[in-house]
């Protein structure tokens, strides 16, 4: 039986096909042993979630997963970023931005239910393919599989607790002062960073409209931030901290 999971790229959807019984290359078993799951497996564990998996390279802007399809497959990032998001009528929102090792809406693979949000890729992706059954039949089957699992799913769930509780505590002014210091953390504390996606895209993760996160942007001009495109130069690391303030800590405490 072939496994045909079909991808659109704008207009153009692409169907891969590969028999269950065909091993993958030797250099995508070494890039698909950096996912954490599979690190934590036994290996014959490994050996058959990667039977039937796929490890593609994927364009910017691929659709993945569509809101209400089903969850054939669990797909882990293993370069690249992905924008889970979900759309009502005419409205589109992102809900979060996953990067390397992260797994998209693991909680409906095993579940056995349609995805809850939509997923594609934000810039050049690989991502790891694995089928819905065979996690599932891993998770019961394999300890250490179902407990790096569990931690995966308790950690995208704190996630998203933290950005709800971000979105109705904080002023937008405050969540765009947050979102700075933990990126400058993230990115070695060189004060200066650049925004690793489209600006409408971090505004709809900070729960603002674009015209709103400008208007931010330029208020903190005062707490010496500067903006010239996509890069970001924070020039009183300490004002910006401070006006982050609790919320700072909530992350903190969260992590």
């Given at each position: 039986m072939l496994i045909?999971?079909?991808l659109d790229i704008g207009d153009?959807?692409?169907t891969f096909?590969?028999?269950p019984e065909i091993s993958m290359r030797m250099e995508e078993r070494a890039e698909a042993a950096q996912c954490a799951f599979l690190a934590a497996c036994r290996p014959e564990t490994a050996e058959f979630l990667l039977q039937g998996a796929f490890l593609q390279r994927f364009p910017a802007h691929t659709q993945l997963t569509r809101e209400g399809e089903r969850a054939d497959?669990?797909?882990v990032v293993l370069g690249g970023a992905v924008e889970l998001y979900a759309s009502w009528r005419d409205r589109e929102t992102t809900v979060v931005v996953l990067g390397p090792?992260?797994?998209v809406i693991d909680a409906s693979v095993v579940l056995d239910q349609p995805y809850p949000q939509s997923a594609r890729t934000l810039e050049a992706s690989r991502i790891l393919m694995v089928p819905s059954k065979s996690v599932r039949h891993a998770l019961e089957d394999d300890g250490g599989f179902?407990?790096?699992?569990?931690?995966e799913i308790a950690r995208s769930y704190s996630q998203m607790a933290q950005e709800l509780k971000n979105q109705k505590l904080r002023t937008s002014l405050e969540r765009l002062a947050n979102w700075l210091v933990q990126r400058d953390r993230?990115?070695?504390e060189t004060r200066r960073l650049v925004i690793p996606f489209e600006k409408k895209i971090l505004a709809a993760r900070l729960g603002m409209a674009p015209e709103v996160l400008s208007r931010s942007f330029a208020a903190l001009a005062k707490f010496g931030v500067r903006v010239d495109g996509a890069q970001v130069t924070i020039r009183d690391l300490p004002a910006l901290e401070d006006l982050a303030g609790a919320e700072k800590r909530m992350v903190e405490e969260a992590s």
């Open positions: 045909k999971p079909s153009v959807v692409l096909e590969r028999a497959f669990l797909y090792n992260d797994g179902a407990a790096a699992f569990t931690r993230e990115t070695g």
